[in-house]
């Protein structure tokens, strides 16, 4: 009995941590998802303020939209003035269209559709097409920014090649094919909600995606060559 | 690069886009497993997978310069502003030059060249007013996103 009472001991303390893990990851997930309704409900209130005529709820808003409009309308067109002058467009016709908004819904799944369909206006009226558009030495410098996962200067360097190279190849993309891999990639959208922007079946995002994918690889792996950077990825 | 030892590039699976649906991990039990096996056989999709991987941690990791503040307060609000503004600094620009022109060839310039040129000029400075004056409109208080017509 004196035997086994040490083996006892530690397999209650082993499912004891065990359990502790789980309440704590478990408890981590609830204060996400508490903030996460918390920040919803907040929006919600804001939109339902500048419904009723707030101007303070309605500047709060377009300022709380602003930065994530710009980055989505950046990474679809890849060019800085451009993409500003999508984001201005869009929060006009955010703002104007607020009285047909639901406030219960999240804001930001509606913004990003507005900000794709004035992207889709844009490049209609200029007939601008991304490769003509982007001049990727002017571009990388000027709006890429790196965040710093290595301690090390030379894995920064690394890392901001590597992102650089990513980045700049999606210019090489058909448009079609860079939209959804901004989506997936960059935006991180689940195929759910890629779906119910581009208003098309899951089965069509994941293999449209998969193409997309296939496609940048290629790109990405011929700029490393071209840049004699083959083991770079 | 590695062999694809399964004889099949992933271009040319079957399933092809079952490749991304693993590494977005949204495959059923089955479909996981099946790709799981399929990278433990074959040396050269696994390094496939990786690759798109990498592709995909780094384009997560992409962060973007924030416009300054201010530059929003500067640009011209909507297409009507904006095609005047470029419109009339381009005229403005004209003007400028023919400015030079007048100056170096004064003697040369016919009376009708020189209204047409004259004309041209007012319309420059003309469309930078009324670019100013949409914003305004459009935009009356000194905040840049009051009073949206609805």
């Known amino acids: 009995m004196l035997t086994i009472l040490p083996f006892i001991l530690s397999i209650s303390a082993h499912v004891t941590t065990t359990i502790e893990k789980g309440l704590n990851s478990g408890s981590i997930d609830r204060t996400i998802n508490d903030k996460e309704t918390e920040a919803r409900a907040r929006t919600a209130e804001l939109v339902r303020a500048a419904k009723s005529g707030s101007e303070q709820a309605r500047n709060d808003l377009a300022q709380q939209i602003r930065d994530p409009a710009f980055y989505f309308a950046l990474q679809l067109l890849g060019n800085r003035e451009d993409a500003m002058d999508v984001t201005q467009d869009s929060l006009m016709r955010f703002l104007g269209s607020l009285d047909r908004f639901e406030e219960a819904r999240p804001v930001l799944p509606w913004v990003r559709r507005i900000v794709r369909n004035s992207v889709i206006d844009l490049q209609r009226r200029k007939s601008v097409r991304r490769a003509n558009s982007l001049d990727s030495d002017g571009y990388e410098g000027e709006s890429l920014e790196v965040i710093d996962l290595g301690s090390d200067s030379s894995d920064r360097a690394v890392n901001h090649e590597r992102r650089k190279i990513v980045w700049n190849s999606l210019a090489d993309l058909p448009e079609s094919q860079r939209e959804i891999v901004v989506l997936r990639e960059y935006q991180d959208l689940s195929y759910q909600e890629i779906a119910a922007l581009l208003e098309v079946p899951i089965g069509t995002v994941m293999s449209r995606l998969h193409r997309a994918r296939i496609e940048l690889r290629a790109k990405v792996l011929n700029r490393l060559e071209e840049n004699e950077l083959e083991g770079l990825l | ?150």
């Not at chain 2, 990498?54 to 300054?68: D, G, H, V």
């Not at chain 2, 500067?74 to 419109?87: H, N, Q």
């Not at chain 2, 381009?90 to 040129?117: F, K, P, Q």
């Not at chain 2, 000029?121 to 305004?136: E, K, P, Q, T």
């Open chain 2, 1 to 150: 690069m590695a062999e694809h030892s399964c004889g099949l590039e992933p271009s040319e699976a079957e399933n092809e886009e079952l490749f991304s649906g693993l590494i977005d991990g949204v495959l059923t039990q089955a479909d996981a497993q099946r790709m799981r096996l399929r990278l433990e056989s074959c040396q050269g999709c696994g390094a496939f997978v990786e690759e798109l991987r990498t592709i995909r941690a780094n384009a997560q990791a992409t962060s973007f310069k924030t416009p300054e503040a201010d530059s929003w307060d500067e640009r011209p609000i909507g297409a009507a502003s904006r095609f005047l503004r470029t419109f009339g600094w381009l005229l403005v620009g004209l003007w400028l030059v023919i400015n030079v022109v007048l100056v170096v060839r004064m003697d040369e310039i016919s009376t009708t060249a020189l209204r047409v040129l004259l004309g041209l000029s007012f319309a420059g400075w003309a469309a930078l007013l009324l670019s100013v004056l949409i914003d305004r409109l459009k935009n009356p208080s000194d905040e840049r996103y009051r009073r949206v017509v609805r």
